[in-house]
């Protein structure tokens, strides 16, 4: 790099953040893995008729979920109630194993804004017959994600998120609602999970979560830091 006045340590901190930046671009190629926690704000898990969680609840999904900014999510033929859940992503930018709440936030390389596009009527059903979600939460395109926001621009504990349908708005969310603060769930996570370059961890969804409908187009965004759009088909 071009720096002559800059220290020594300035210049690894600039070619850290460089490669970063240019590593995390691609994480949806990157990651190995989509860790999901349900049930992060209290006015959410209310409007599902869900208790409040002493832990964080976990699920995952494949990475062959993943949708980029203007690409489609497709209504499957097995529901007939699908929902969207826009949620803080955060992408992991180091190794970490069993790493201490205090330190976990050293091994996040950025943000992204996600929905976690789920279909309820499945979701209710699999949570009747207390069998697993996966066929609710893990179907192909049902984690449709914006770029790469590097973890300097992002306040995890203060972000709006904002979801519109059909320039309509449905969520007006706040992190600083979070049950769970992203380092608390980061650790939890970590005790027993490994986290990987590129993973993804879905922090949950504020409330005003509702059912999508072929052909309608959701917007989600952070305001004034980034924004993505995806249609339903
Ligand atoms: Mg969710």
Redesign the pocket.
């Known amino acids: 790099m071009n720096c002559f006045n800059c220290s020594s340590r300035q210049v690894r901190i600039f070619e850290n953040i460089r490669d970063m930046s240019s590593k995390f671009i691609d994480f949806v190629k990157v990651g190995s893995k989509i860790v999901?926690v349900?049930r992060n704000y209290a006015k959410h898990a209310k409007e599902l008729g869900n208790a409040l969680p002493t832990a964080p609840i976990l699920f995952t999904k494949p990475t062959t979920c993943y949708v980029n900014d203007g690409g489609i999510v497709r209504y499957p033929s097995i529901s007939n109630d699908l929902h969207y859940?826009v949620?803080l992503g955060v992408i992991i930018g180091e190794k970490a194993s069993q790493v201490s709440e205090d330190k976990i936030m050293d091994h996040v390389a950025g943000y992204t804004i996600a929905v976690?596009v789920?279909c309820r009527d499945i979701q209710e059903q699999c949570k009747k017959e207390r069998i697993p979600w996966t066929m609710a939460k893990c179907l192909d395109t049902f984690c449709p994600v914006g770029n790469f926001v590097p973890s300097s621009e992002i306040d995890p504990f203060n972000t709006e998120l904002v979801l519109k349908l059909n320039n309509e708005l449905k969520q007006h969310g706040n992190t600083k609602d979070m049950i769970f603060s992203v380092p608390s769930l980061l650790e939890y996570i970590n005790r027993h999970i490994t986290l990987l370059p590129g993973d993804v961890i879905?922090t949950?969804?504020p409330e005003g979560v509702g059912p999508l409908s072929r052909g309608d187009e959701i917007h989600v965004a952070i305001p004034n830091v980034t924004e993505a759009t995806f249609h339903v088909e």
């Open positions: 999901c349900g859940e949620e976690d789920t879905l949950g969804t």
